[in-house]
Each structure stands twice: as C-alpha cells, then as structure tokens.
C-alpha cells in the first residue's frame, strides 16, 4: 500500500490554486508491457526502479483470446511484484465500448487494488466517460475496502475527446493526467497517415521562391503533426492541475526521431511519455529530466531576482518575474527528481 507521502499538491508556478491531489512521483516514463506475454512478464521485476512507471496494457496490442490472460497475468504480477519506493503500477483497461472493461475493472480493483496506482481510459470521449469510471471505481473500492482512492488517467485519441478534453480534464478529483493517444487520434481524424505518433514527410512547409521562381532549389521544413493537441491538452492539464504527457513512438528503431518528438513534447509542458520498448526508456529519461544546464541557469536568475520582483539583466537578457517563474517550474521538477 502507497502511502500518504506518495501524494503531493502540485505547485504550477502563477497557475490558479491546485485543485486535487496527484502523486509526488515522477513519470517521466509510463513503460507499457504486455502481461500475457510470458517474456514480457519475466521482466517487469528487473524494471523496477528503473521505470517510473509499469504499465500492465490490457488494451490494444493484447488480441482478443489474450485478453482474460493478460489480466490474470497483471493479477498474478502486481501480487508478486514489489514495486518499491521509485516505480508505479498502471494499468491501461480496455475502452468503455469493448465486452471486456467491466471484468477488467471489478477484477482487478478486486483482487489487487491496493497496488495499482493508476488506471489508464482509452478512447475517453468526454467527461461522461470518466464519470462512469470515477461512479464504478468508488464502488468497486468501497466493496474491496481501500482506502487510497485509484487515480485515473486519459487518453486523448478521439476527435469528439480533443474537442472535450477541458471538460475530460476537470471531470474527476480522481484525474491524475492525460496522454496524447496519436495513433487512433489519426484515424479518428481520418488523418492519411499510417503511423504510431511521431512526424510525417510529407507534412512541411517550403520556403517562397525567389523572384518568383517557383522551379529553383527550395528547403522545405517538415512541421509537427501533433504540435496542435499536444498545445491543447498541455492547457487542459495545466487548467486543472493534471499531468500532461505524449504517448507512444511507435518507429523504435528511430531513436533520433523519437527524443526530437519527446523534447518537444516537454518543451511544451507535457511531463512524461510513453515507452514501448527499452530502447526508449532512456530517452525518455533523458529527455523529460531538465539538463544540468537548465537547472544551473535557473538558479542563476533565481539568486539574481532576490526577492523575485523587478527586472535584471542577466548575459545581455532581460529576467523578470516571468521568467523567474519558468525557472522555478525547471527547478521544482529538478528537486522533484532528485527527492
Ligand atoms: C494509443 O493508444 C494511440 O492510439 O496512439
Ligand atoms: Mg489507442
């Protein structure tokens, strides 16, 4: 059983009061594995502490005859799993539509409850959705007997959800976060890519001609698909006091690629992402943990605002309250870290 000091107030600097209670710990990394894969399951000991959180996927990547299998694996391993002080349990159910949600929720609030820390909604249209999790989930914890409430968590992958997602967001005490979900996202779109997140060749802007010769030689900059909701999900969050992240980079082998799309993703304010494979768990490390630089700049403005009002210059650039404010975001998540 988590304890109390698990849990913390988020302090986003200028942003309105907090509104809820979300966990202290880092998620820079929200490691999925697939429980009833025998090998996947054989490592999920060795990644604790590693991660910063397992996920046990119930949901898409599990086949329909696996499904009773995974979560009966995810059972047998949050028993059997010490999780430690550094990592959390998730689990992500399968969507609220599916023949499967309702076993996967009375059994595993059931049997292992007290472990899991958060449960992850696919597909989440509105806040409806999260209401008939937030009503059963009380249900399910009053029966069992628990006392820490499971936390719930949102993918973003439906137009009708992005359009929503404000409402998502606010929906629940119970709401710990939400994660771009880019792979339905685009076909709910009706997009015209056939990827897992991450960008798209043809989707760039050229530079104008000169003198009007549209045949000459012309860089073109490929732009972010995701850039958009990734910005509108970050508001959402941030307006509720919730935890934004990217989701899955599904080209493993491109591991250049997949830092670029993470480190825009926290550059914009999302926390923590998905891995799917080993390869990105230290990239996501990497990315979603402020540089050693960032830190010792943003103690430098810090020191040289004193008491944090005014202006200074700093290296031929002016520092201000704004800008101390966005140090302070730098260096509440360095200390976070480093607790
Ligand atoms: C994740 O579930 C996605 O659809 O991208
Ligand atoms: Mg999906």
Known sequence: ??????????????????????????????????????????????LVGTVDV?????????????????????????????????????????????????????????????????????????PEDIHYVDRLLAQLEAKAGLTRPILVHAILETARGVANVEAIAGASPRMQGISLGPADLAADRRMKTTRVGGGHPGYLVRVDPVDGDITGA????????????????????A?????????????????VACEDQFRNAFLLGCVGTWT????QIAIAKTVFSPSAQDVAHARRVKEAMG????????DGKMEDDASLKQCLVILELADRLSA
């Open 1 to 46: 059983m988590r304890s109390a000091k698990d849990f913390f107030t988020p302090l986003a600097v200028g942003a309105p009061a907090p509104v809820r209670e979300v966990p202290a710990r880092p998620s820079r990394m929200i490691h999925f594995f697939d429980p009833s894969n025998p090998r996947m399951a054989a490592k999920v000991p060795q």
């Open 54 to 126: 397992l996920l046990g996927n119930l949901e898409d990547a599990v086949k329909a005859e696996n499904k009773d299998a995974a979560r009966a694996g995810l059972v047998e391993i949050a028993r059997a799993t010490d999780f430690g002080e550094h990592t959390q349990l998730w689990t992500r159910i399968n969507s609220l539509d599916s023949p499967w949600v309702l076993d996967d929720l009375t059994t595993l609030v059931t049997e292992v409850g007290d472990r899991l820390d958060v449960i992850m909604v696919p597909k989440v249209q509105g």
């Open 218 to 237: 012309r860089p073109t900059f490929q732009q972010d698909l995701w850039h958009y909701t990734i910005a509108r999900m970050v508001d959402a969050c």
């Open 239 to 255: 307006m509720h006091g919730i935890f934004p992240y990217y989701g899955p980079f599904g080209d493993i082998a491109d591991v």
């Open 276 to 279: 799917l494979h080993p390869a």
């Open 307 to 314: 008491d944090g009002t005014g202006a200074v210059m700093l």
